[in-house]
């Protein structure tokens, strides 16, 4: 839980809603300055290696990478928390609502008061129900113990098919659209926010056709070599003087946004770990942001 907080802090993400079972864990998250597979590959990873230090075990701890469903967060937020808050009592863990009070495990605590925790949205989800606090309080746990309508039955069955492997609801407002694969299939919302984040998905993906058809990956190194200054090979090094990890870093940047690479072929093209790719993807949208370096412009 503790590392759940300070990912969330350090990601500037909103967590809404969360819920760890023994086997897997549900977050509502909307997203901040870096992305959910930032969070979320940060989350695994710690908890892999706590598990392992445990037991004294080697290898994978998750059997499959964490699922993400992209969410019409207007629609069906309220959906979404009463769903993944009411998951110990469905799954028999605790026995009843009240109980679910003293659960620490989850988010309905800090909700009703009985625990504090400052990285929780509380304030956010209170104020749907009412902006006097004891009043809000008072709503959400009637709500919570209402039935659920047949429209949020619907909404709820498009959450359960999401595999409970690492699981995570990314809440996007159609403002901020997050590329998923999948496409319907991975969208819950009304027909108008479907019918735009697809919109917006095609968009990014006819551009990133459209990079992919003028550069390989070979190309991308040697202009974000050429953009910072160094020589390409340099970046296929473990060299940390600067300014080699900076061109590494747009490097990464342009290779991830640019041409739709998955982290891990990435670190295969520049020799590097898959964490270190994470963080030089954030680092390398900054550096391009301040410079603004464009990937397209003529050699």
Not at 39 to 53: I, S
Not at 162 to 179: C, D, M
Not at 262 to 271: E, I, N, P, Q, S
Request: glycine fraction near 6%; aromatic fraction near 6%; proline fraction near 4%.
């Amino acid at each position: 839980m503790e590392s759940l907080g300070s990912l969330v802090i350090a990601a500037d993400a909103t967590c809404l809603a969360w819920c760890l079972m023994t086997t897997h864990l549900h977050l509502v998250i909307r997203t901040g300055k870096r992305p959910l597979r930032w969070l979320m590959q940060r989350l695994l990873l710690r908890h892999a290696q706590r598990v392992n230090a445990r037991w004294r075990r080697v290898g994978h701890v998750f059997q499959n990478r964490y699922k993400a469903l992209l969410v019409d967060e207007d629609t069906y937020l309220l959906a979404l928390v009463r769903y993944v808050h009411r998951n110990p009592i469905i799954a028999g863990v605790v026995p009843s609502l009240a109980a679910l009070v003293r659960y620490r495990w989850c988010g309905h605590g800090a909700l009703v008061g009985s625990q504090r925790l400052s990285w929780q949205a509380t304030e956010e989800v209170l104020e749907l129900f009412s902006r006097q606090r004891a009043e809000a309080r008072r709503k959400y746990i009637e709500w919570m113990g209402r039935k659920c309508d047949p429209e949020e039955e619907r909404v709820l069955e498009g959450v359960r098919q999401v595999p409970q492997v690492g699981e995570a609801s990314a809440l996007e407002r159609p403002g901020r659209p997050r590329v998923v694969r999948g496409r319907d299939e991975r969208i819950l919302g009304t027909g108008a926010f479907v019918a735009q984040t697809l919109r917006q998905m095609e968009g990014i993906e006819q551009r990133r056709g459209q990079v992919k058809s003028r550069f390989s990956p070979a190309e991308v190194v040697r202009r974000a070599a050429d953009a910072v200054g160094v020589a390409e090979q340099r970046l296929y090094t473990r060299e940390r003087r600067r300014p080699v990890p900076e061109a590494r870093a747009v490097a990464s940047s342009w290779l991830v946004d640019e041409l739709g690479m998955r982290v891990v072929d990435v670190a295969r093209v520049l020799r590097v770990s898959p964490p270190a790719v994470s963080a030089a993807v954030a680092r390398g949208r900054r550096i391009i942001a301040a410079h603004r370096l464009v990937l397209n412009r003529e050699a």
